[in-house]
Protein backbone atom coordinates (compact mmCIF):
# COMPACT_ATOMS: atom_id res chain seq x y z
CA UNK A 1 0.00 0.00 0.00
CA UNK A 2 1.85 3.47 -0.81
CA UNK A 3 0.26 6.96 0.04
CA UNK A 4 1.54 10.07 -1.91
CA UNK A 5 1.28 13.19 -0.72
CA UNK A 6 2.98 16.72 -2.26
CA UNK A 7 4.01 20.01 -0.40
CA UNK A 8 5.34 22.81 -2.74
CA UNK A 9 8.03 24.96 -1.01
CA UNK A 10 9.25 27.79 -3.62
CA UNK A 11 11.54 26.00 -6.80
CA UNK A 12 11.15 22.26 -4.88
CA UNK A 13 8.41 19.95 -4.74
CA UNK A 14 8.74 17.48 -1.71
CA UNK A 15 6.95 14.35 -2.59
CA UNK A 16 6.23 12.53 0.42
CA UNK A 17 5.56 8.31 -0.19
CA UNK A 18 4.56 6.23 2.75
CA UNK A 19 4.06 2.32 2.53
CA UNK A 20 4.07 -0.52 4.73
CA UNK A 21 6.94 -2.32 4.97
CA UNK A 22 6.54 -6.26 6.89
CA UNK A 23 9.93 -6.17 7.68
CA UNK A 24 11.87 -3.13 9.38
CA UNK A 25 15.17 -2.74 8.89
CA UNK A 26 17.46 -4.44 11.59
CA UNK A 27 19.20 -1.58 12.51
CA UNK A 28 19.42 -0.57 16.25
CA UNK A 29 18.52 2.60 15.15
CA UNK A 30 15.60 0.85 13.64
CA UNK A 31 14.87 -1.30 15.96
CA UNK A 32 14.02 1.95 18.49
CA UNK A 33 12.11 3.78 16.19
CA UNK A 34 10.24 0.19 15.19
CA UNK A 35 9.73 -1.32 17.87
CA UNK A 36 6.41 -2.09 17.96
CA UNK A 37 3.02 -0.86 18.42
CA UNK A 38 0.59 0.71 14.97
CA UNK A 39 3.73 2.10 13.38
CA UNK A 40 5.44 -1.23 12.69
CA UNK A 41 7.24 -1.33 9.61
CA UNK A 42 5.66 2.33 8.08
CA UNK A 43 8.42 3.69 6.22
CA UNK A 44 8.30 7.31 5.00
CA UNK A 45 10.32 8.51 1.52
CA UNK A 46 10.78 11.79 0.96
CA UNK A 47 11.62 12.58 -2.30
CA UNK A 48 12.61 16.12 -3.53
CA UNK A 49 12.31 16.19 -7.64
CA UNK A 50 12.42 19.92 -9.11
CA UNK A 51 9.88 21.97 -11.14
CA UNK A 52 10.60 24.79 -13.21
CA UNK A 53 8.56 27.92 -11.82
CA UNK A 54 7.82 31.39 -13.76
CA UNK A 55 8.78 34.60 -12.07
CA UNK A 56 8.03 38.25 -13.88
CA UNK A 57 7.40 35.94 -17.62
CA UNK A 58 11.06 34.27 -17.24
CA UNK A 59 11.74 30.43 -16.51
CA UNK A 60 13.94 29.88 -13.47
CA UNK A 61 15.31 26.66 -12.30
CA UNK A 62 16.38 25.35 -9.23
CA UNK A 63 20.14 24.29 -8.21
CA UNK A 64 22.26 23.12 -9.33
CA UNK A 65 23.18 24.95 -12.49
CA UNK A 66 25.65 23.09 -15.42
CA UNK A 67 29.11 24.68 -14.92
CA UNK A 68 31.20 25.86 -18.26
CA UNK A 69 34.81 24.55 -18.08
CA UNK A 70 37.15 27.19 -17.87
CA UNK A 71 39.44 26.16 -20.06
CA UNK A 72 37.13 25.96 -22.74
CA UNK A 73 35.68 29.89 -22.13
CA UNK A 74 38.96 30.97 -22.40
CA UNK A 75 39.68 29.04 -25.71
CA UNK A 76 36.56 29.30 -28.03
CA UNK A 77 34.35 31.90 -28.43
CA UNK A 78 30.22 31.10 -29.89
CA UNK A 79 29.69 33.45 -33.16
CA UNK A 80 25.89 34.52 -33.80
CA UNK A 81 25.62 32.21 -37.01
CA UNK A 82 25.82 29.16 -34.48
CA UNK A 83 30.02 28.36 -35.37
CA UNK A 84 32.56 28.52 -32.68
CA UNK A 85 35.57 30.17 -33.37
CA UNK A 86 39.19 28.56 -32.24
CA UNK A 87 42.65 30.01 -32.55
CA UNK A 88 45.26 27.91 -34.23
CA UNK A 89 47.61 25.55 -32.64
CA UNK A 90 51.76 25.21 -32.88
CA UNK A 91 52.25 28.93 -32.56
CA UNK A 92 53.64 29.44 -29.03
CA UNK A 93 57.12 28.35 -28.99
CA UNK A 94 60.29 26.16 -30.76
CA UNK A 95 59.21 28.71 -33.83
CA UNK A 96 63.09 28.84 -35.05
CA UNK A 97 63.06 25.44 -36.71
CA UNK A 98 59.18 26.93 -38.61
CA UNK A 99 59.19 28.18 -42.07
CA UNK A 100 57.76 31.92 -41.86
CA UNK A 101 55.20 30.97 -44.47
CA UNK A 102 53.98 28.38 -41.92
CA UNK A 103 53.73 30.90 -39.21
CA UNK A 104 52.25 33.12 -40.93
CA UNK A 105 48.93 30.85 -42.41
CA UNK A 106 48.69 29.64 -38.41
CA UNK A 107 47.99 33.36 -37.55
CA UNK A 108 44.12 34.57 -37.07
CA UNK A 109 41.39 32.13 -36.19
CA UNK A 110 39.41 29.56 -37.96
CA UNK A 111 35.97 27.67 -37.00
CA UNK A 112 35.88 24.62 -35.07
CA UNK A 113 34.92 21.29 -37.16
CA UNK A 114 31.12 20.02 -37.28
CA UNK A 115 32.84 16.63 -35.56
CA UNK A 116 34.27 18.70 -32.79
CA UNK A 117 30.92 20.63 -32.06
CA UNK A 118 29.23 17.95 -29.79
CA UNK A 119 31.98 18.27 -27.67
CA UNK A 120 32.32 21.86 -27.21
CA UNK A 121 28.46 22.30 -26.31
CA UNK A 122 28.80 19.85 -23.48
CA UNK A 123 31.81 22.21 -22.21
CA UNK A 124 30.18 25.43 -23.10
CA UNK A 125 26.14 24.62 -22.19
CA UNK A 126 25.02 27.80 -22.18
CA UNK A 127 26.64 29.31 -25.04
Known amino acids: MTVSAEAYYSDIVLTTQIYYNPRPCASPLCAKQYSGGKNRGVRVKVLYTATPRLIKQ ?4 PMP ?6 SAK ?4 V ?4 GVKRAH ?3 RHI ?9 RQLRGTSLVNERDMASIHKMLPYA
Open 58 to 61: QWSF
Open 95 to 103: LTKKTTKNK
Open 79 to 82: LGNG
Open 89 to 91: AFK
Open 65 to 70: KMKSKS
Open 74 to 77: KRFK
